[in-house]
Structures are given as structure tokens and as C-alpha cells.
């Protein structure tokens, strides 16, 4: 069974930068086949997928945050991590980790997603 | 860019009834790239359906997804008290969420 699971501050002070990390057990980022995505939910409300990466160090992000956001991925560790700089109180939110299938190289489709982790609460304020 | 629309926002069905539930894209959704979830408070979401209408691993056969196009549903033939929670499609060729609708308790 695939579990996840999100660490990092959960305090971030305005215009600082955002760092989460997801280690992933039991099964491995190596192996390939799937993307490992960066999601995020404002409280109260909907669902904003933030960008991928796959084992290889490919990543692919929403055009909406594409300038503050980095992706990167430690196979070693079994963690890929979420990057997102110059925060605002916009950027408070649950960030969840997830794990989606690829489903076709040929082209960029994002994918649906299988396992998440339990997600964490980051607050921007000062 | 394709735009979700869910309805109703708010759905007060009993233990027992029928649910159904609509994801209406503003274009039409390539290759059926449609998912749907379940989120209960405080929790992360679940993956229930993937390519509109195929049930992921574990998902029980009430839940059934229909649809391609623009139009598609989400049917729970009868509903369990642990199903009252918020649904949310997915349109994953560019991984846009629906709004959700919410299934709660009459």
C-alpha cells in the first residue's frame, strides 16, 4: 500500500518562500509510471493542482503559478519536494501530495489521482 | 481553457435514496479524461472514478460513473451514511477541479 506523507512549516511569513517535502513509502518514485504532484485546497474551498514531476526530474506546473513554484525529487530518499516562492495570504491552504498514473507520454495530460497524502496546513502570515 | 461546472452545489438526500450527481464541462473532455472524488472533512480526497465511467481499486459498485463529452455524472445507486461528504470532478487532461457538490444528510 502507497502511503505519502507531506512535512514542513506550517507558519510561512509573507514573501518568503514555501517548502514542503512528501516521502513516499511503500512503493518507489525509481520505479516510474506515475507522476508525483504538488496539490493544493484554500480553506474552505476547491481543489488547484500546483504541478508535477517524474522520477526522471521532468516536471510540468500550472501556468497560473508556473513563476513561483519549483518541483524537484530526491529517488535516494524516496521524497519529492514543493517549492513556492514570494508567499502572500493567498498562498494559505492544505497542500496535499498525490500520486497519479501516467497516462500517455505523447502529450501532456496531467492524470487523475490514486493515493494523497493526509495533507498539511500552511498559514502565511507575519 | 474548459471550464467545470457541478450541480446541484448542495444535494439533501436520506440514508437509502439515489444520488445523482453532474460535472458539465464548458468543452468537450478528450479521451473521457474525467475523474471523480469523495472528500470527507478534514480528510484527504478519494479517488472514486477515472475515464468518466471505471471504479478504482476498492471503490464499492454503488458508486457508477457515466458520461463523455461534456455531460457526466456520478451515480450512487444507494446511499450509505459514510457517502454524505463533498464530490468534486476532475478534468485531467489539464488537471482542472470542479467546484464539488455536497451530499448531505436530509
Known amino acids: 500500500q502507497v502511503q505519502l506523507q507531506e512535512s514542513g512549516p506550517g507558519l510561512v511569513k509573507p514573501s518568503q518562500t514555501l517548502s514542503l517535502t512528501c516521502t513516499v513509502s511503500?512503493?518507489?518514485?525509481?520505479?516510474?509510471?506515475?507522476?508525483w504532484s504538488w496539490i493544493r485546497q484554500h480553506p474552505g474551498k476547491g481543489l488547484e493542482w500546483i504541478g508535477y514531476?517524474?522520477?526522471?526530474?521532468?516536471?510540468y506546473y500550472n501556468p497560473s503559478l508556473k513563476s513561483r513554484v519549483t518541483i524537484s525529487v530526491d529517488t535516494s530518499k524516496n521524497q519529492f519536494s514543493l517549492k513556492l516562492s514570494s508567499v502572500t495570504a493567498a498562498d494559505t491552504a492544505v497542500y496535499y501530495c498525490?500520486?497519479?498514473?501516467?497516462?500517455?507520454?505523447?502529450?501532456?495530460?496531467?492524470?487523475?489521482?490514486?493515493?494523497w497524502g493526509q495533507g498539511t496546513l500552511v498559514t502565511v502570515s507575519s | 481553457e474548459i471550464v467545470l461546472t457541478q450541480s446541484p452545489g448542495t444535494l439533501s438526500l436520506s440514508p437509502g435514496e439515489r444520488a445523482t450527481l453532474s460535472c458539465r464541462a464548458s468543452?468537450?473532455?478528450?479521451?473521457?479524461?474525467l475523474a471523480w472524488y469523495q472528500q470527507k472533512p478534514g480528510q484527504a480526497p478519494r479517488l472514486l472514478i477515472y475515464?468518466?465511467?471505471s471504479r478504482a481499486t476498492g471503490i464499492p459498485d454503488r458508486f457508477s460513473g457515466s458520461g463523455s463529452g461534456t455531460d457526466f455524472t456520478l451515480t450512487i445507486s444507494r446511499l450509505e451514511p459514510e457517502d454524505f461528504a463533498v464530490y468534486y470532478c476532475?478534468?485531467?487532461?489539464?488537471?482542472?477541479f470542479g467546484p464539488g457538490t455536497k451530499v448531505d444528510i436530509k
Open positions: 498525490a500520486r497519479g498514473p501516467v497516462i500517455t507520454m505523447i502529450v501532456v495530460v496531467i492524470g487523475y489521482f490514486d493515493y
Open positions: 475515464g468518466a465511467s
Open positions: 514531476i517524474y522520477y526522471s526530474g521532468s516536471t
Open positions: 476532475q478534468q485531467y487532461g489539464s488537471s482542472l
Open positions: 511503500g512503493g518507489s518514485i525509481s520505479s516510474g509510471g506515475y507522476y
Open positions: 468543452q468537450s473532455v478528450s479521451s473521457s479524461y
